[in-house]
């Protein structure tokens, strides 16, 4: 009897040793997910909070233009490589134009010399359909860069655009006496001289940029069109 209570005292401690043993693995258990709720409750808030921030997030996108693209007074004159500049170029590759142009203002503000920012200025008005405003972003810029064929083409464009074709002939003739290479500019200017009724001169025009490219199919339609509009006049 002694030895029968001894085995089956023995019995009755590893039970309890299992029972309590399961108590503790079930009491980690629960407190494992008490804790990877709360972390992931903190984490979501976090996310949201770090969305915030991002200027490409759609929450964040008017609060990172107010900080960093806004024209500040005074802008912060202190960071060398232009970090307004910099994010105008983001947004420009972005197609988010008008954040674009926030940042290029004040990039010239700070440096009315950066030509490229002058430059990606109009673009982006260009891209927005605001003829005007690239006209008179395109002064600023021809002001800098006084010989650069492209900011007259741009003019050109612009004026192009706003159906005022008799002043785009001006700036595209303007274009082609510093890069008389320039095709695009010189078709621009024949189809301006073809909507402005300027036929013999358009048929002269489309001469030089076949004389350049006979196979130029634009400028062989435009001759052709100027041509027909001539005789219908007779």
């Not at 709360?38 to 976090?46: A, F, I």
């Not at 199919?217 to 219908?232: F, I």
Request: hydrophobic share 30%; proline share 4%; with cysteine.
């Amino acid at each position: 009897r002694p030895e029968l209570w001894k085995n089956r005292s023995k019995k009755g401690f590893w039970k309890f040793l299992a029972s309590l043993a399961f108590l503790l693995i079930a009491t980690l258990i629960v407190i494992g997910i008490v804790h990877l709720q709360s972390s992931s409750d903190e984490g979501g808030h976090k996310s949201t909070n770090e969305g915030e921030g991002n200027p490409l997030s759609l929450d964040g996108e008017k609060k990172e233009v107010e900080l960093k693209c806004k024209l500040q007074s005074p802008p912060d004159r202190s960071a060398t490589d232009n970090i307004y500049e910099s994010q105008g170029h983001e947004y420009y590759s972005q197609k988010l134009y008008e954040k674009a142009v926030q940042c290029f203002n004040v990039a010239i503000d700070i440096d009315p010399n950066n030509t490229s920012a002058l430059e990606y200025r109009v673009q982006a008005y260009y891209a927005l359909g605001q003829y005007s405003n690239a006209i008179d972003a395109l002064d600023s810029a021809i002001q800098v860069s006084p010989d650069n064929p492209r900011l007259y083409n741009a003019k050109g464009n612009c004026y192009y655009g706003l159906g005022k074709y008799e002043e785009a002939i001006v700036w595209y003739s303007k274009s082609l006496e510093l890069g008389p290479g320039n095709l695009i500019a010189r078709h621009y200017k024949c189809l301006c001289l073809l909507y402005s009724r300027q036929y013999p001169e358009c048929i002269v025009c489309t001469d030089e940029v076949l004389a350049i490219d006979p196979e130029n199919e634009n400028a062989q339609k435009t001759k052709k069109t100027a041509q027909e509009r001539m005789k219908s006049q007779d």
